[in-house]
C-alpha cells in the first residue's frame, strides 16, 4: 500500500561531498542532487507518487504559482480580510474535495458554525437573553424567566425582543458579532494579544448557555460532526471540560451523562454516514485553576477513562499559555496517573507563545517531559533545538492551527510562521482548526490552505498534502486495527479524489 511509504524512517545519504573544497564551477549534477536531497526531507519528500498523484501535482503547482503570483496573495493577509479571496481560490476548492482524515485539534464548544447557533437554536422556544453590562450578551432557557445571575439583572424571551425590534436579519448580525472575533479592521480592533483574547473568552462565556441546555448539546454535537463529513474529514479529537449540561427546569446533568450523550450521537452519525470513522474526546481543565483541583480534575479523568474507553481519549491543560499556570506547576497533579499505575494520555497545548525564554516557553520541554502524546500548536518548538529533536525521535506530532496563530496575533503574514522550518524538515506534524467557529470556518480546508500555500510554500506538493492527511489518522488516539481500518478507507476516497482531478 502507497501509504506505507509515510512510515519508512528517513536516512540521508552522506553529504561528505558538498564540504569538500570545489574548484571552477560546482557540478550541475551534484547540484541536482543536493536539491533532491533537501526536498527529500521536507513533508511528504520520501512519498512515491503514482502517474495520477503527478498530473494532479503539476496541476497544483500551477495553480499555486498563480496565487502566489497574485496582487494579494491571501496567507500574507489576515484571515479576517483573506478569506473572500481564499474562498474564490481554486487551490481551496481542490482541498475541499480532498480526503482530510482527522481533526485533532478542535475545542468542542467552538465547533459549530455561529449561523446555525443563531438562526436554528436562538428561535427554539423558551430561549431568554440578557445584555450584561460590558456589552457581552449571556443565553439561557428556561421554562420561566431566569433569576438575575452571570452579571444578568434583566433577562428577555428572544421571541418577544425580535417580534419587539423588527429586523432579525439585523439582530441577528448583531449577534453573531457576540460569539465570534470576525472584524472587518482586525488589527485596528486587536492591536495586541491582551485585546483579541479577552475578546476570545468573552465569545466562550456568551455561547455556553446556547450549547449546555441538554437538547441543543445533541444536535450540537450532531451538526458539528456532518460539518467535519461535510468538509471530508473522517474523525475527530475534541478538547472538552464536559460543561454542566442542563434541562428546561434547571436539572443539571454530570459528566456521566455528558460522555453517555456524546457516545449516543456520534453511534448515530456513524449509523448515518458509515464512513465516519468517530470522535472521541480529550478531557480538558483551564490552567488557571489551583493545583487542587487540577489533581481532582486528573483522578476523575483516569475514572472517566476507565468507564469510557472508547470515547475518553485522554487529558490536556487549555486557557492562554502567557497568562495561564506552567505545566510544571502542575507537575504533582500531572504525574498523578504514573503514580497510581493508571492510564491516562496527555495531548497538551505547549509552545503557543511568542514569548522565548519565559517560564511559559519551557512547556514544551515539560509537555514532552510529561510524555505528551501530541503538542497541541507547539508554535515556539521551532526555537527548542532540543525539544525539537526529542518529540521528533518520539513521533511526537505537532497540532499545526495557522488560522488560530494569526488571530490570536502570534504571526501576522503566515509565510513567517516557525512550522515553515518545522515542514521543510519532515517534523511529525498534523493540521487542525482549533477554534473554528469563533474565526469563520468550518472544517479544515481553510486551514490546509494556510498551510499549504503560506507556510509550506511552492515547494510544498501533493505528497505534502497527502502525508499530512496520513498523519492525521496515524497519531490520532485510535487503536492499532481501527487506524488500519480508517487507513484503508481513507486511501480508498485520496485514490478516487485523485481520479477526479488529475
Not at 420561566?144 to 439583572?153: H, K, V
Not at 457576540?178 to 468573552?202: A, M, R, S
Not at 510562521?417 to 493540521?431: D, F, N, R
Request: net charge negative; aromatic share 10%; hydrophobic share 40%.
Amino acid at each position: 500500500m502507497v501509504i506505507s511509504l509515510c512510515l519508512v524512517l528517513v536516512t540521508y545519504v552522506p553529504l561528505l561531498w558538498f564540504v569538500r573544497e570545489i574548484d571552477g564551477m560546482p557540478d550541475p549534477a551534484r547540484r541536482d542532487l543536493l536539491m533532491r536531497q533537501e526536498a527529500s526531507r521536507q513533508t511528504g519528500g520520501l512519498l512515491m507518487l503514482t502517474a495520477a498523484e503527478q498530473r494532479l501535482d503539476a496541476r497544483l503547482h500551477l495553480l499555486k504559482e498563480q496565487e502566489m503570483s497574485a496582487a494579494l496573495f491571501p496567507p500574507a493577509l489576515h484571515f479576517f480580510k483573506s478569506k473572500p479571496l481564499i474562498r474564490q481560490s481554486a487551490v481551496f476548492k481542490l482541498l475541499q474535495k480532498m480526503p482530510k482524515g482527522a481533526a485533532l485539534h478542535i475545542h468542542g464548544s467552538s465547533l459549530v458554525g455561529v449561523e446555525w447557533l443563531i438562526r436554528n437554536v436562538t428561535y427554539r422556544p423558551h430561549c431568554y437573553i440578557c445584555f450584561t453590562w460590558d456589552n457581552s450578551v449571556r443565553f439561557a432557557f428556561s421554562a420561566r424567566q431566569p433569576f438575575p445571575r452571570w452579571d444578568c439583572f434583566y433577562w428577555q424571551l428572544l421571541e418577544t425582543l425580535r417580534s419587539r425590534i423588527g429586523d432579525n436579519a439585523g439582530f441577528d448580525n448583531s449577534l453573531i458579532e457576540h460569539l465570534t472575533l470576525i472584524t472587518d479592521d482586525p488589527d485596528g480592533d486587536y492591536p495586541n494579544q491582551d485585546v483579541v483574547w479577552e475578546k476570545f473568552e468573552k465569545a466562550f462565556i456568551a455561547a455556553a448557555g446556547l450549547i449546555t441546555h441538554a437538547p441543543v448539546l445533541r444536535d450540537y454535537f450532531y451538526q458539528g460532526l456532518k460539518e467535519l463529513h461535510d468538509d471530508n474529514v473522517m474523525y475527530a479529537e475534541l478538547r472538552s471540560g464536559l460543561s454542566r449540561t442542563y434541562e428546561l427546569d434547571g436539572t443539571i446533568h454530570d459528566k456521566i451523562w455528558f460522555l453517555n450523550m456524546f457516545q449516543e450521537v456520534t453511534q448515530k452519525f456513524i449509523k448515518d454516514y458509515p464512513d465516519f470513522l468517530g470522535a472521541r474526546i480529550i478531557i480538558s481543565v483551564h490552567r488557571a485553576r489551583s493545583l487542587s483541583e487540577v489533581k481532582a480534575a486528573v483522578q476523575e479523568a483516569i475514572q472517566l477513562k476507565k468507564e469510557f474507553p472508547d470515547i475518553v481519549a485522554g487529558f490536556d491543560m487549555v486557557g492562554r499559555e502567557n497568562t495561564g499556570k506552567t505545566l510544571w506547576y502542575f507537575r504533582e497533579a500531572l504525574s498523578l496517573p504514573n503514580e497510581l499505575g493508571e492510564e491516562l494520555p496527555f495531548f497538551f497545548h505547549a509552545g503557543e507563545t511568542d514569548d522565548e525564554g519565559t517560564e511559559v516557553d519551557q512547556n514544551i520541554l515539560d509537555a514532552i517531559l510529561f510524555n505528551t502524546s501530541r503538542i497541541g500548536h507547539g508554535y515556539a518548538l521551532a526555537h527548542h533545538p532540543l525539544a525539537k529533536e526529542l518529540s521528533r525521535k518520539r513521533n511526537i506530532a505537532v497540532e499545526l492551527c495557522p488560522i488560530s496563530n494569526q488571530v490570536l496575533k502570534l504571526v501576522s503574514d503566515l509565510r513567517n510562521h516557525p512550522a515553515a522550518v518545522l515542514m521543510s524538515e519532515g517534523h511529525p506534524m498534523v493540521i487542525s482548526s482549533d477554534d473554528p467557529s469563533l474565526f469563520g470556518t468550518t472544517g479544515l480546508s481553510y486551514d490546509f490552505y494556510e498551510a499549504f500555500v503560506g507556510i509550506g510554500g511552492l515547494k510544498a506538493n501533493l505528497g505534502t498534502l497527502k502525508e499530512l492527511a496520513v498523519n492525521s489518522i496515524r497519531f490520532s488516539s485510535m487503536p492499532p486495527h481501527l487506524k488500519d481500518a480508517g487507513l484503508a478507507v481513507w486511501q480508498n476516497k485520496w485514490d478516487d479524489f485523485v481520479s477526479d482531478h488529475s
